[in-house]
């Protein structure tokens, strides 16, 4: 199986155990539980979850040279995943999150760019790997800088040695700097660039500001209308809506680097195929997408065919999503 490079986005998680509709005031102390914390972001996310499976997995990023850089360190060494390309620059800080997951309701976040904010992929060393991916974009403002021409690079030089390349984005916060950042742009450029794309339907709603809904029928429309952009292979994640899985044809595919290299084309060319979540305990729905992700891409390397890895993708974000992973 060939090694992976997983770049990109990675921080701290700090979460609370906070109880249901919790609130305050000015003043006001409120109770909470214990406090949880892991590494995050696309690179440990997706990464930790392709080791977990099985796959030889080198994860890239920034981190500071703080005490939360070093935990970070631990943490994704932990996870199984080689960490000799996690740069811990000196004077700068470690990207956190504090997560907000009350029960009963979706996650939200108070972030901290930290480091995250000089990570421009000209660092990220290629040599031996098989597929390269990269997450959340658009929370790296060096890599999106002039138009996103720092991710074409990266994704040039990795198609140019011969890799599988995979792309996933985050939700753009419409406050956020990248929200001025032209997106349809952007993606027009840099996604026939990128055989394997995973994004989430609301990472798709804000990035091209589309009004879709999760309906399978919808779903199947949208992942054919960003094969037009370019890519190889799209899985469309949409949470209780279920996953779809598109792909282009075998004319596309032959370009679609290592991980392609031998397979007959014919196996993985012009295929539809949808599935509902697995009826699983919601326990956190951090971080599903992206162990979705690691689920297709693990199929991939594998050599699984496309019914096989969409459901080795539900079931990877299922136990995620049900506390096991």
Do not use: K
């Given at each position: 199986?060939?090694?992976?490079?997983?770049?990109?986005h990675v921080c701290l998680d700090f979460i609370p155990e906070i109880p249901a509709a919790a609130a305050t005031q000015p003043g006001e102390l409120l109770e909470?539980?214990?406090?949880?914390?892991?590494?995050?972001?696309?690179?440990?996310?997706?990464?930790?979850?392709?080791?977990?499976?099985?796959?030889?997995?080198?994860?890239?990023?920034?981190?500071?040279?703080?005490?939360?850089?070093?935990?970070?360190?631990?943490?994704?060494?932990?996870?199984?995943?080689?960490?000799?390309?996690?740069?811990?620059?000196?004077?700068?800080?470690?990207?956190y999150s504090l997560v907000f997951e009350p029960g009963g309701q979706d996650r939200s976040f108070w972030h901290h760019v930290g480091a995250n904010a000089d990570?421009?992929?000209?660092?990220?060393?290629?040599?031996?790997?098989?597929?390269?991916?990269?997450?959340?974009?658009?929370?790296?403002?060096?890599?999106?800088?002039?138009?996103?021409?720092?991710?074409?690079?990266?994704?040039?030089?990795?198609?140019?040695?011969?890799?599988?390349?995979?792309?996933?984005?985050?939700?753009?916060?419409?406050?956020?700097?990248?929200?001025?950042?032209?997106?349809?742009?952007?993606?027009?450029?840099?996604?026939?660039?990128?055989?394997?794309?995973?994004?989430?339907?609301?990472?798709?709603?804000?990035?091209?500001?589309?009004?879709?809904?999760?309906?399978?029928?919808?779903?199947?429309?949208?992942?054919?209308?960003?094969?037009?952009?370019?890519?190889?292979?799209?899985?469309?994640?949409?949470?209780?809506?279920?996953?779809?899985?598109?792909?282009?044809?075998?004319?596309?595919?032959?370009?679609?680097?290592?991980?392609?290299?031998?397979?007959?084309?014919?196996?993985?060319?012009?295929?539809?195929?949808?599935?509902?979540?697995?009826?699983?305990?919601?326990?956190?729905?951090?971080?599903?997408?992206?162990?979705?992700?690691?689920?297709?891409?693990?199929?991939?390397?594998?050599?699984?065919?496309?019914?096989?890895?969409?459901?080795?993708?539900?079931?990877?974000?299922?136990?995620?999503?049900?506390?096991?992973?």
């Amino acid at each position: 199986m060939r090694s992976v490079v997983v770049a990109g986005h990675v921080c701290l998680d700090f979460i609370p155990e906070i109880p249901a509709a919790a609130a305050t005031q000015p003043g006001e102390l409120l109770e909470v539980g214990p406090l949880a914390v892991a590494a995050g972001g696309c690179v440990a996310n997706t990464g930790g979850d392709l080791a977990a499976l099985g796959a030889d997995v080198q994860v890239v990023g920034d981190a500071g040279d703080d005490e939360l850089g070093t935990l970070l360190v631990a943490l994704l060494r932990a996870r199984g995943a080689g960490t000799g390309q996690i740069r811990l620059r000196a004077g700068c800080s470690t990207s956190y999150s504090l997560v907000f997951e009350p029960g009963g309701q979706d996650r939200s976040f108070w972030h901290h760019v930290g480091a995250n904010a000089d990570f421009d992929g000209s660092a990220v060393d290629l040599a031996g790997a098989g597929l390269l991916h990269v997450g959340y974009p658009s929370l790296l403002p060096a890599l999106i800088a002039d138009g996103g021409r720092p991710l074409e690079a990266l994704l040039e030089r990795a198609r140019a040695a011969g890799l599988t390349t995979s792309l996933d984005l985050a939700v753009i916060d419409p406050a956020s700097p990248a929200a001025r950042v032209n997106w349809p742009a952007l993606l027009g450029r840099v996604l026939p660039l990128v055989d394997v794309f995973s994004p989430s339907i609301d990472d798709i709603r804000t990035a091209l500001q589309l009004d879709v809904g999760g309906e399978p029928s919808e779903l199947r429309a949208l992942a054919r209308r960003l094969l037009e952009l370019g890519p190889a292979i799209v899985m469309l994640t949409a949470g209780a809506a279920g996953l779809q899985l598109s792909t282009g044809d075998a004319t596309r595919l032959r370009t679609a680097g290592a991980v392609f290299d031998g397979r007959p084309e014919q196996a993985w060319s012009g295929q539809e195929h949808f599935t509902p979540p697995p009826p699983v305990e919601v326990r956190t729905t951090l971080a599903a997408g992206d162990a979705a992700t690691a689920g297709l891409l693990y199929g991939l390397l594998a050599g699984l065919d496309p019914r096989e890895t969409l459901a080795l993708a539900a079931r990877t974000a299922a136990e995620r999503i049900s506390g096991v992973r």
